[in-house]
């Protein structure tokens, strides 16, 4: 399989499609998790209107100060975030931004909207890297090996076969939703969803990122990759704390 044009009838970007559908489905899915949860009527659409927009800029800026070499001689292109160049960790961290103003306005626990976004946050994540697919980006290490020539194994780009990175991440996202909706009934204490999300991801991300082609780098070290072992052990190291306490407790 090779990447396909990023425009739908040769006008609307295909990025931008998935990205606002990927929106519209976190607000719906916000709203009735919310909902279950007794929160104020429309908590879920407050929290997209607060973390979406700063999720974004954070995406955009975190992928430009690691890229800027794409954008100084022409820095204006640095906004135009429908061509794709979005960081995820970067929206994680706007967004994550959004809530706690969010929490501090309307005196709402920060961890249990965080709770609530988490599932939402990696089912975009899961849809957004389709839209690597169009752009023609985030594809792994050359495929030599004609045995291996074949998707979902490799994509062709650029004159030749890659892993599929995208779709290796796009799966284990999809993974991690399910395992994270499942989980959200069952868990015990205020921010354990989250951290299971920070954990999974982390995980998958830390693998995935080594085969990429396109690391956002930070001298020698790839900058996702170093961030998601730190994120992915450190949240594991809460989890089991939270536990441990919480069964000296009774």
């Known amino acids: 399989m090779a990447f396909m044009s990023n425009k739908l009838f040769g006008v609307i970007s295909i990025y931008g499609l998935l990205i606002a ?15 279950r949860r007794g ?13 979406v927009p700063l999720a974004v800029i954070g995406a955009r800026v975190y992928y430009v100060i690691f890229r800027w070499d794409l954008y100084r001689a022409r820095p204006l292109t640095a906004l135009y975030f429908w061509q794709g160049g979005l960081a995820i960790y970067g929206g994680v961290i706007g967004g994550f931004i959004g809530l706690w103003l969010l929490s501090r306005r309307r005196k709402l626990k920060l961890l249990t909207l965080l709770d609530i976004a988490a599932p939402v946050v990696i089912l975009g994540q899961a849809i957004g890297r389709w839209g690597n697919f169009f752009n023609g980006e985030a594809y792994g290490s050359p495929v ?18 890659h892993l599929a990175t995208f779709f290796y991440e796009s799966c284990w996202n999809l993974l991690g ?7 959200r009934k069952k868990a015990k204490r205020e921010g354990n969803v989250f951290f299971l999300y920070l954990a ?28 998601s072992a730190v994120l992915c052990l450190g949240s594991i190291v809460i989890l089991i704390c939270r536990n441990h306490n919480k069964k000296d407790s009774q």
């Open 200 to 227: 999974w991801y982390g995980a998958g991300r830390a693998v995935i990122e080594g085969l990429r082609a396109d690391s956002l780098m930070w001298g020698p070290v790839r900058v996702s990759q170093a961030l």
């Open 177 to 183: 939703f399910i395992l994270l909706w499942l989980y």
């Open 144 to 161: 030599t090996d004609p045995a291996w020539q074949f998707f979902p194994v490799a994509v062709y780009a650029d004159g030749g076969w």
């Open 21 to 35: 559908c990927a929106i519209l489905l976190a607000v719906t899915v916000c709203q009735r998790e919310a909902r």
């Open 39 to 51: 929160l104020p009527q429309d908590t879920g659409l407050d929290m997209a209107l607060w973390a």
